[in-house]
């Protein structure tokens, strides 16, 4: 359940006004609840018990070390694709053994740390990086868990830009050189290739692309498997959308057991927007109404530096008023930023409510790839982060500083 309502015509997050918060932080801020991070990690998990698996919380999605922390305590491991990643997650608590290092261009360092530190699973995307992390894990006299990340071929019905498993994108490995792969496992002395991977894309609101993958990956298994007996692990990414969606999490298990049984394999699951992107609100002050020739722009102190969803995936985040008013203004309104671009915008809509400069919006469902893609640009801050727990209101992360926004420029 939301932890964002109206009550007496005043919107709040958890148990407190968001005026109230604005009251003393300075926006724009994200502030998360840390009530529906733990509900989301909860409700998901909860459907997996009878299985052995492990949910790898994506960090590309959020993290901040605090919401890393409580992740970490609910269990959670990480799917990470940098070395900082990895780095967080660590410091966050999750341990090594739960972590699987993904991304398609992992540079040298990285792979040697992630091996160094004894990373779970590395998950490769092309023969050229297999035998990259066969040498280096040589050279380190260590044997590294693989997962091979095949390309199923399968059209998601996402944004184009968020779509990641069909043969015209860049990700994984086709199933024909992956069975190529496995014919050739001799070379590969210091791997250990325990795990088919696969992620299809993001904010998938249908079982279909899901259905699709599994069963390219289950007939691929069932090959492999004929001469090759240490694939125990099937990695089915992330991808779940926390909204609109046409299935449950129990459809998506009975999926998964259809085509993989309760206990022949583990699985790893790596949600990243299920978990975090409700959790999470950006609140923002009205700066300007302004009106031009019938349209109406309402300018706030967020910009697209500060979430870039809509700018980058035409994403609509709904955007509520702190005070309820049903005074609606039936006219074409756009809520923008104040960056020097067109795209700084944030809703267009026919009808918004009247709101006042000096007034508060919030910003829906944000918790996922929000922080983690703002930037510095137009040279803004990177901006506080809040965690509400219960009653109180603490800051995870502060607003960066001039200081050091410059210190590393000479
Ligand atoms: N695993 C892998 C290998 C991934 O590439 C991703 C996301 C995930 C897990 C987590 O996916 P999720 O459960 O969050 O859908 N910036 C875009 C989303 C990019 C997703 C990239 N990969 C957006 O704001 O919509």
Known sequence: MSQLKY???????????????????????????????????????????DLNYKICFSLKSNSNLTLLRILASLGAGADVVSEWEF???????????KIVFSGIGKNENEIRYAIANNCFQINVESLAELKKINQIAKDLGKVQNIGIRINPDVQSDTHEKITTGSLE??????????LDIFNRINEFSSLSITSIAFHIGSN??????????????????DKI???????????????????DRNFTFEDYYNLLITY????????????????????????SKVLYNKITE??????????????????????????????????DHNIETEIVGPICETSDKFIKTDKFANIEDGDYVVIKNVGAYGSTMSSNYNARPFIEELLIDKEEIQIIRKKQSFGDFIKNEL
């Not at 780095?87 to 053994?97: S, V, Y």
């Not at 994108?169 to 992956?178: C, H, L, P, Y």
């Not at 706030?300 to 049903?326: C, F, Q, V």
Request: hydrophobic share 40%.
């Open 204 to 221: 998938i609101k249908d079982l279909n692309p899901f259905k699709h993958s599994f069963e390219v990956a289950k007939h691929l298994i």
């Open 7 to 49: 009550e007496n015509n005043i919107l709040r997050f958890e148990n407190i006004d968001i005026d109230e918060i604005a009251k003393t932080h300075q926006t724009p801020f994200y502030c998360y609840s840390k009530n529906m991070l733990t509900n989301n990690f909860n409700n998901f998990n909860n459907v997996f018990l």
């Open 260 to 283: 993989f049984g309760k206990d022949k394999f583990n699985f790893i699951f790596e949600p990243g927007r299920l978990i975090a992107a409700d959790a999470g609100i950006l609140v």
């Open 294 to 327: 019938g349209k109406k722009f309402i300018i706030i102190d967020a910009g697209m530096n500060d979430m870039m969803r809509p700018a980058l995936y035409d994403a609509e985040h709904e955007i509520l008023t702190s005070k309820l008013n049903n005074s």
């Open 87 to 97: 780095k967080k997650a660590i410091e966050a608590g999750i341990p090594a053994e």
């Open 169 to 178: 994108n860049k990700f994984g490995i086709s199933v024909n050189e992956t």
């Open 225 to 243: 498997q004929l001469n090759y007996e240490t694939l125990k692990t099937i990695d089915v990414g992330g991808g779940i959308s926390p909204e």
